[in-house]
T-cell receptor
């Protein structure tokens, strides 16, 4: 299993500012995933982050809005840029274990005023 | 594309009642199917999985059977406890989609003593 530490756990931000979310894993992993969970909705994959290459973004998500860093095999960051109230969500980091199983961090609850 | 549909909540039950959460899916090929659970204030964690037709996943008293003929993976528990109060997510992973997880909308379950 993998233990994932994600921070901050929650934040309240002003419109137009940016927030960087950090994700630390207790073991080396090839792929890390960033999900968004909007209020009352399911999880949506934002992007896949591989170490040493640019992140791969899903339809509807762009690098300028959600830049991702992956400096090594145990760490990644997701930045939510130029925030608006529509960005209020829970953001989740996850990594893949064996058998297609995903491990998740406890999430970052973001509220944008 | 792949999709997962699960019953909307909230589902409110009394302790020791029988729980069923319906989940149906659409996917190309032969996906793997999962149930994830999110307890209050925590990240998602895998509850159970099934990788081929007629497989039964089970964990913590929960069961789900992979029914290819009905494209379903309903979650059941014979006698729920207050500690089972959580949000439950049905999900699938298919090779056609690069093994990315597709989640259902989640079902909130509240068990009252």
């Amino acid at each position: 299993s993998a233990v994932i530490s994600q921070k901050p756990s929650r934040d309240i931000c002003q419109r137009g500012t940016s927030l960087t979310i950090q994700c630390q894993v207790d073991s080396q992993v090839t792929m890390m995933f960033w999900y968004r969970q909007q209020p009352g909705q399911s999880l949506t994959l934002i992007a896949t982050a591989n170490q040493g290459s640019e992140a791969t973004y899903e339809s509807g998500f762009v690098i300028d809005k959600f830049p991702i860093s992956r400096p090594n095999l145990t760490f990644s960051t997701l930045t939510v840029s130029n925030m608006s109230p529509e960005d209020s969500s829970i953001y989740l980091c996850s990594v893949e274990g064996t058998g297609e199983k995903l491990f998740f961090g406890s999430g970052t609850q973001l509220s944008v005023l | 594309g792949d999709s997962v549909t699960q019953m909307e909540g909230p589902v409110t039950l009394s302790e020791e009642a029988f729980l069923t959460i319906n989940c149906t899916y659409t996917a190309t090929g032969y996906p793997s199917l999962f149930w994830y659970v999110q307890y209050p204030g925590e990240g998602l964690q895998l509850l159970l999985k099934a990788t081929k037709a007629d497989d039964k996943g089970s964990n913590k008293g929960f069961e789900a059977t992979y029914r290819k003929e009905t494209t379903s993976f309903h979650l059941e528990k014979g006698s729920v406890q207050v500690s089972d109060s959580a949000v439950y997510f049905c999900a699938l992973s298919s090779q056609a989609a690069g093994n990315k997880l597709t989640f259902g909308g989640g079902t909130r379950v509240l068990v009252k003593p």
